[in-house]
């Protein structure tokens, strides 16, 4: 059995996936991450199902959500998320490169924790993504285990 | 071209008007004039029924006259009868006839009893009869005791004289009946030709009048029921235009979907894409920066800078379809409040440069607060811009009352104007006057400014040459106070 990882991100989009885990790599956070490709692998990740029935029990520090992913989006995975007593604590950041304000409002109506539009410039995304990475996963003590039912 | 509308025409003003007075008093005359007509005729077949009784009465009379005569000849006829034979039984009908005229007489007497001439002339006939009785009761008084035939003879001349007289006396009383008579009949048919001519009279005026009503009655109906008709059909080319109308909103509805989804997929589907060329660049300059040349950098570096200002158009674009799309917020708007934040927000644009504001007083103007202040923004940071290669920069904002009632204002700069030949261009979208070596920017901004005063229902336009300034004129409607 693996051990647990802190950071769950889930980005359909290959590339995406290796510019944020070169800029997490600068703080040597990128070990830290189990990289799912769609919102059916992350909730069955979540919940300790299919592919991923053997891992480690327990909630990761922090999931990082892409919002256009195929099959289950962004929005419908934050939705399951928060409306679940078990996983309802696990702070939830969106990533995206919308500014779309509806997304906003949903997400937030929703109960997402934090909503970070990727900025263009790489430098700035790399600084982006930095951010989120210590805050979520290192700087931010994540609830107690099993209190989800409080 | 001169001709007037005819009154009542097909534009439906024409107002349906309740009963008139008019048309009361005519009702009420036709119904006077029946009523009378049903007096007259009463009255008229009245004076006919009674006339037809006196005609009755009359010829009653007339009867009893002429059984009273043949009663009188039968008591002559009796007397001779017994004067030749001498027989009783010649008395006995002699008696029978006497009775009856007596009895003739009495009846007579009650039905002449209301004409006073008639009693006179019944008087008469009464003396004559009792006289010729009186002679034919001595005649058998004298035949009893003296059966000569001379005197008989004699007493026959003698009782054709009396005889003479009751005749006379009967034709006095018929011929005055029939007089009386004729006299009746006479009133009988006056009082019915009066009623023919009232009721003639009276038939005509409630024909007029009740046909006059009756006209003017269906004439308003019909000009109701016409005018219902009128709004039945207004009303439904009404529900058709809801109808036209709840379908072009539909329409609009799905086209500002589409938009929407095009939008959303602008700014998500090509950001992203960017994003990875930039990164990408990124990360292949630090990974073989040290083995590349400097071409090969530039080349990385122009790679990126592209990507960039790309990211920045696609951004402009999306700010630009914002203002297209977004609810105006109507409110009085402090245009001098306005310009003064606005420049202070540019305050970073000015530094270490000489720039002289000139700030006329501004209206206040009804707007979008937050598209005003992008118009203000947008317009005093072009003509920074453009102005920037002066020594000194000089910008200008004023504004007058234009005949249109609306404000017209203006910002002024004395940079490097343009060719008034490609006037036109300035607020098109993505349109550029200047190489963006010269001037960096996207080409949205006066679009831009040009959209949200369309959206105010102003107008945009422009004056300038090239190297000698440009002047950007826009209009917005004044604020009215009491108005908005």
């Known amino acids: 059995m693996n051990p647990l990882k802190r950071i769950l991100y889930a980005e359909d989009s290959a590339a995406d996936v290796e510019l944020t885990l070169a800029a997490l790599e600068e703080h040597h956070l990128a070990n830290e991450v189990v990289v799912v490709n769609d919102g059916v692998e992350a909730l069955d990740f979540l919940h300790r199902r299919g592919s991923f029935a053997g891992r480690e029990p327990g909630n990761p520090a922090v999931v990082l959500l892409d919002l256009k992913m195929p099959r289950v989006d962004g929005l419908e995975v934050l939705r399951q998320v928060k409306s679940d007593p078990e996983l309802r604590t696990i702070p939830v950041v969106i990533m995206t490169s919308s500014r779309e304000e509806r997304d906003l409002v949903e997400s937030y109506r929703l109960g997402v924790n934090a909503y970070v539009v990727k900025p263009v410039d790489f430098d700035q995304f790399v600084a982006a993504v930095k951010e989120v990475g210590m805050f979520w996963a290192v700087v931010n003590e994540p609830p107690p285990e099993n209190t989800g039912n409080r | 071209m001169g001709t007037p509308t005819p009154p009542g025409g097909r534009d439906g003003t024409k107002a349906v008007r309740p009963l008139g007075l008019g048309v009361s008093a005519a009702f009420l005359l036709g119904v006077v004039a029946l009523v009378a007509i049903g007096i007259v005729s009463l009255r008229s077949i009245r004076s006919l029924v009674e006339t037809s009784e006196w005609v009755a009465h009359t010829h009653e009379v007339l009867a009893t006259l002429e059984a009273a005569d043949a009663d009188v000849t039968s008591a002559e006829a009796s007397r001779r009868g017994y004067a030749l034979s001498g027989a009783e039984r010649h008395l006995d009908g002699y008696e029978i006839a006497r009775s009856n005229i007596a009895a003739r007489l009495d009846h007579l007497a009650v039905l002449i009893a209301d004409n006073a001439a008639q009693q006179q002339r019944l008087g008469r006939l009464r003396t004559a009869v009792q006289v010729r009785l009186t002679a034919l009761d001595t005649a058998i008084a004298a035949r009893r005791t003296h059966p000569d035939p001379a005197v008989q003879t004699a007493l026959t001349d003698e009782g054709e004289l009396l005889m003479k007289e009751v005749r006379g006396a009967i034709d006095d009383l018929a011929r005055g009946e029939a007089v009386l008579l004729a006299l009746r009949e006479r009133t009988a ?147 001098s409040a306005l310009v003064a934040e606005v420049r202070d927000g540019l305050a970073e644009d000015v530094r270490g440069r000489d720039v002289v504001w000139t700030v006329g007083g501004l209206p206040e103007v009804v707007g979008d607060p937050a598209m005003l202040r992008v118009v203000i923004t947008n317009l005093l940071s072009n003509a920074l811009k453009y102005s920037r290669t002066r020594e000194r920069s000089e910008i200008a904002v004023g504004w007058q009352r234009g005949d249109d009632g609306q404000a017209h204002l203006w910002v002024r700069d004395n940079g490097v104007g343009f060719d008034m030949q490609y006037a036109g261009k300035l607020f098109g979208v993505f349109q550029r006057l200047h190489r963006v070596a010269e001037f960096e920017g996207t080409g949205i901004g006066l679009a831009t400014v040009r959209r949200i005063v369309h959206r105010h229902g102003g107008r945009t336009w422009a004056e300038g040459a090239v190297n000698a300034g440009a002047t950007i004129y826009f209009s917005l409607p004044l604020y009215e106070e009491g108005a908005a």
Request: net charge positive; proline share 1%; hydrophobic share 45%.
């Open chain 2, 189 to 335: 048919r006056a009082s019915a030709e009066r009623a023919s001519l009232v009721v003639l009279l009276g038939m005509t005026v409630a024909v007029v009048t009740l046909g006059g009503s009756a006209l003017v009655v269906a004439r308003q109906i019909r000009a109701r029921l016409h005018a219902e008709e009128e709004q039945r059909e207004s009303q439904k080319s009404v529900q058709r235009l809801n109808v036209e109308l709840a379908h072009n909103v539909a329409e609009l509805t799905a086209v500002n979907g589409e938009l929407e989804a095009f939008s959303y997929s602008v700014s998500h589907d090509l950001r992203a894409p960017l994003r990875h060329i930039n990164g990408f660049v990124d990360l292949l300059q630090r990974r073989a920066g040290p083995v590349l040349d400097d071409t090969a950098r530039r080349h990385l570096a122009t790679i990126a800078g592209a990507a960039r200002q790309m990211g920045q158009l696609i951004d402009d674009l999306l700010a630009f379809s914002r203002m297209s799309r977004g609810e105006l917020m109507r409110s009085r708007v402090r245009l």
